[in-house]
């Protein structure tokens, strides 16, 4: 009898055991990864209870300049704090920022995603942008969530529930929704979506969402999960890359303190080649 129950443990635990090394192995069939729009069949989207979620950088536009590319990357961290550390001189770091956000270029990374987002709200299919970026003053900006809703806005790029502006409290950093666009300043996107749907009392069916990070896509699957809601997801792999270029950042940052503007990758190289020792005399 004891030797009967110890096989039942035993066959038992390697049941369980099987179970759990198969769904770990398994795909997840609800999220994919797309290298172009193309590859989402937005057509198939039609009722107005699914959401649909659009990440902003790297996934509707992109920067084009190389140090914008590798902002947030361990190399423009690291060159930011030199920069800082080697000019004390620079008593407005805000107005060199706001330069930098007014004039460098930061297209769509495919135009043909706005007459897709057009045709999905003729269908009356909600869609919103969702990015991580902060909240509030910034550089010059009182608000910046106001800078990146302009800046889509001239894109093409207007969501849905544009007469909406609030914020969302429960966190410790301050999301906002500003005319289609929520901005989780830093927060997870996962709960601050949820706490979105909660405070326009939307419960949508399901929730399509397109994000270069495969972990905000699972973190927001996970909220979805949590409140009973379907989930599609795509992980977006259209933007492109740009190799840190030290020499050519240091002379557009150069470029910058000394004339207060912008060069771009084709323009500050441009210049390097045609004088490279007058604006080195410059920039020293
Ligand atoms: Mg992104």
């Excluded at 009967?4 to 369980?16: K, S």
């Excluded at 419960?203 to 949590?226: H, L, Q, T, Y």
Aim: glycine share 4%; with cysteine.
């Amino acid at each position: 009898m004891k030797i009967r129950f110890i096989r039942f443990a035993i066959r038992l635990t390697l049941g369980i055991s099987l179970i759990f090394i198969i769904n770990a192995c398994s795909p997840d069939f609800s999220i994919q990864s797309v290298s172009n729009f193309k590859a989402i069949d937005f057509s198939s989207i039609k009722s107005p209870n699914t959401l649909v979620i659009f990440d902003v950088d790297e996934t509707l536009i992109q920067p084009v300049d190389t140090y914008l590319i590798n902002e947030h990357k361990a190399e423009g961290i690291n060159f930011r704090e030199k920069m800082v550390a080697d000019h004390p001189e620079v008593k407005d770091w805000d107005k060199i920022l706001s330069i930098i956000l007014e004039e460098a270029k930061r297209p769509l990374i495919e135009p043909d995603i706005v007459s897709e987002i057009k045709k999905l709200q003729e269908r009356n299919v909600p869609v919103i942008a969702c990015t991580s970026m902060n909240t509030g003053k910034a550089a010059l900006y009182e608000r910046l969530e106001i800078w990146r809703y302009d800046h889509l806005k001239s894109l093409g790029f207007e969501g849905s529930f544009t007469s909406k502006d609030f914020t969302l409290q429960g966190f410790k950093s301050q999301p906002v929704f500003y005319k289609g666009v929520l901005s989780t300043d830093l927060e997870e996107k996962g709960p601050v979506i949820g706490a979105f749907l909660d405070k326009i009392s939307f419960k949508p069916e399901k929730i399509v969402m397109i994000d270069d990070s495969g972990a905000f896509i699972r973190f927001v699957k996970e909220e979805c999960f949590k409140r009973g809601i379907n989930f599609e997801g795509y992980i977006y792999q259209g933007a492109k890359e740009k190799k840190w270029d030290e020499k050519l950042i240091e002379f557009q940052l150069q470029h910058l303190l000394t004339h207060y503007h912008w060069l771009n990758d084709d323009e500050a190289k441009q210049l390097m080649q045609e004088a490279p020792k007058s604006e080195s005399r410059i920039a020293g």
